[in-house]
């Protein structure tokens, strides 16, 4: 099947949430299968710290971890090997496809336990955590709704995930609102001294931010991308109060339109 292609004009933008191309629960999102296998926490400036964090301070029988916008589940699976296994562990996407698929990519090559694979993911909506399906054995689908209680998670890892909450908007106010609201449903969900562990793509401050709608509206407009300081900004407002970040140059930032970008690493903690 012919994937579509991501709109780049307003008038191309579907509206907002409700709109399957957004929700693509039975398609991948362009690009996501050459990670396939390839887990990016692991690479993250603070995964080291979170890690000696979690087996310094942390009960593993009662260790609790989210990956919000989970993909194929690379990142959920690397995290799960690191802990031996310990713990508890769920991943959460849009996606059916790309649940199905990295199950069946990583029950080929490692051998998983189906049962104990499936009960690893759900879909859902980062915007309402409060409604998402597990997978029910009666129906062999992700069919049974479930709710994700306040302040159950003691690490939440989060990639690119920020950015795509800007589709379906044609204002910067409605994407900010919408990524917004995607860091108060995950603070509520971590518990108090958890830890939220991510990575954004923003602009540099040394591009005025009349200057960044330029090239966003002139190149993939559907993308959200805060300016630099924003992004420590709304931690904060979600409820994050300690915040350490880690700035490099991003790697698409020599493409038209996308230049003075960086990519943030931040770890933040719940108080």
């Given at each position: 099947?012919?994937?579509?292609?991501?709109?780049?004009?307003?008038?191309?933008?579907?509206?907002?949430l409700?709109?399957?191309?957004?929700?693509?629960?039975?398609?991948?999102?362009?690009?996501?299968?050459?990670?396939?296998?390839?887990?990016?926490?692991?690479?993250?400036?603070?995964?080291?710290?979170?890690?000696?964090?979690?087996?310094q301070?942390?009960?593993?029988?009662?260790?609790?971890?989210?990956?919000?916008?989970?993909?194929?589940g690379?990142?959920?699976?690397?995290?799960?090997?690191?802990?031996?296994?310990?713990?508890?562990?769920?991943?959460?996407s849009?996606?059916?496809?790309?649940?199905?698929?990295?199950?069946?990519?990583?029950?080929?090559?490692?051998?998983?336990?189906?049962?104990?694979?499936?009960?690893?993911?759900?879909?859902?909506n980062?915007?309402?955590?409060?409604?998402?399906?597990v997978?029910?054995?009666?129906?062999?689908?992700?069919?049974?709704?479930?709710?994700?209680?306040?302040?159950?998670?003691?690490?939440?890892?989060?990639?690119?995930?920020?950015?795509?909450?800007?589709?379906?908007?044609?204002?910067?106010?409605?994407?900010?609102?919408?990524?917004?609201?995607?860091?108060?449903?995950?603070?509520?969900?971590?518990?108090?001294?958890?830890?939220?562990?991510?990575?954004?793509?923003?602009f540099?401050?040394?591009?005025?931010?009349?200057?960044?709608?330029?090239?966003?509206?002139?190149?993939?407009?559907?993308?959200?991308?805060?300016?630099?300081?924003?992004?420590i900004?709304?931690?904060?407002?979600?409820?994050?109060?300690?915040?350490?970040?880690?700035?490099?140059?991003h790697?698409?930032?020599?493409?038209?339109?996308?230049?003075?970008?960086?990519?943030?690493?931040?770890?933040?903690?719940?108080?």
């Amino acid at each position: 099947m012919k994937k579509q292609k991501t709109p780049s004009t307003n008038s191309q933008l579907p509206n907002g949430l409700n709109d399957q191309r957004y929700l693509k629960e039975n398609e991948e999102w362009p690009g996501i299968e050459d990670r396939l296998g390839q887990p990016r926490i692991l690479q993250h400036h603070f995964f080291p710290d979170a890690l000696a964090w979690i087996r310094q301070e942390k009960n593993l029988t009662d260790f609790h971890y989210l990956d919000a916008g989970c993909g194929h589940g690379n990142d959920l699976r690397a995290i799960k090997k690191e802990l031996n296994g310990e713990g508890h562990f769920l991943g959460i996407s849009l996606s059916r496809a790309e649940i199905v698929h990295g199950l069946e990519f990583y029950q080929e090559r490692n051998q998983e336990d189906p049962k104990e694979s499936l009960s690893m993911f759900g879909i859902g909506n980062l915007h309402n955590l409060h409604e998402i399906k597990v997978f029910d054995e009666k129906t062999s689908d992700f069919s049974a709704p479930e709710s994700l209680n306040d302040e159950t998670f003691d690490l939440i890892f989060m990639e690119a995930v920020l950015h795509a909450s800007g589709y379906g908007h044609d204002t910067y106010e409605k994407k900010k609102e919408s990524a917004q609201q995607i860091l108060s449903e995950l603070c509520r969900v971590c518990k108090k001294d958890g830890k939220l562990l991510g990575r954004i793509m923003a602009f540099s401050p040394v591009i005025p931010k009349e200057e960044q709608f330029k090239l966003l509206r002139s190149n993939n407009n559907w993308l959200f991308v805060p300016g630099l300081d924003e992004v420590i900004a709304m931690l904060t407002i979600a409820g994050f109060d300690y915040i350490q970040r880690s700035i490099r140059p991003h790697e698409k930032a020599a493409m038209p339109g996308k230049e003075n970008l960086v990519k943030v690493s931040f770890l933040a903690e719940k108080r």
